[in-house]
């Protein structure tokens, strides 16, 4: 490997690593706007996204350069074709945040959502495979990547549990519809930040191992089966 890669390549993931610095703040103040009503928090994470749109750009651009530049091979292709996928993947957890603040904003001042829904472990949940895929990134960690992809079924549940209540709350007649679309949709977006936090683990797999793994196994208990090699 030339040392002109080696500094490429390091830059590309300084790169990735501030991305996604920017998403996981994003997605905890819009957590913690919805949380406690905070309207002025919710506006900070509506304002500050066009900089993760921008750092998305950039990077893509970045990692391309370094594929016509260098055509990297082995570990080195298989790095920065991953890092364009979860580049995108993050990016797109960036505009979940953004539409968590924005029912934020909507739900400011009304009642707690604990009236009909558990949103804040589902966000706890669902940060906590944010986190994890991270780390699992910048530490190449497989195990920890798996144990990601295993959560996303907790959190599948906990979505399916909000409509199930939000149903019930319907049929009964409850005056609270908007309240209810409102909080219905911060939890598809809370399940979304979940699936994409599973691509990235899948991603880093992929990265150490050459190993694709979008599937899963159909038999209880099952995990993540390998869909082939590269």
């Known amino acids: 490997m030339s040392l002109h890669l080696v500094r490429d390549l390091d830059a590309l993931k300084q790169s990735l690593l501030e991305i996604c610095a920017l998403v996981e703040k994003s997605v905890v103040l819009a957590v913690r706007s919805l949380e406690t009503r905070d309207a002025v928090l919710a506006r900070q994470v509506i304002d500050e996204d066009d900089e993760i749109d921008s750092r998305e750009v950039r990077m893509e651009e970045e990692a391309l ?27 797109r957890i960036g505009d979940l945040a953004v539409n968590i603040a924005q029912r934020a904003e909507r739900l400011t001042g009304t009642h707690p959502l604990r009236a009909y829904m558990d949103l804040e472990l589902m966000a706890d949940k669902a940060l906590s495979m944010l986190r994890g895929s991270l780390d699992a990134l910048f530490n190449m960690d497989t195990t920890l990547a798996r144990k990601v992809c295993d959560s996303d079924d907790e959190v599948d549940a906990l979505n399916r ?10 049929q009964s007649g409850t005056e609270d519809f908007d309240f209810l679309i409102q909080a219905l949709g911060v939890s598809r977006n809370l399940e ?34 390998d869909a082939g090699t590269a």
């Open 65 to 91: 350069k370094l594929l016509a530049l260098y055509q990297p091979v082995a570990v080195d292709l298989r790095w920065i074709v991953a890092a364009i996928k979860i580049n995108s993947d993050l990016e």
């Open 161 to 170: 549990d909000n409509y199930d209540h939000v149903r019930q709350a319907l």
């Open 192 to 225: 979304r930040v979940a699936d994409h936090a599973t691509n990235i683990a899948q991603d880093v797999i992929y990265m150490t191992e050459g190993r694709i793994v979008r599937h899963r196994d159909p038999s209880p208990g099952g995990t993540a089966l």
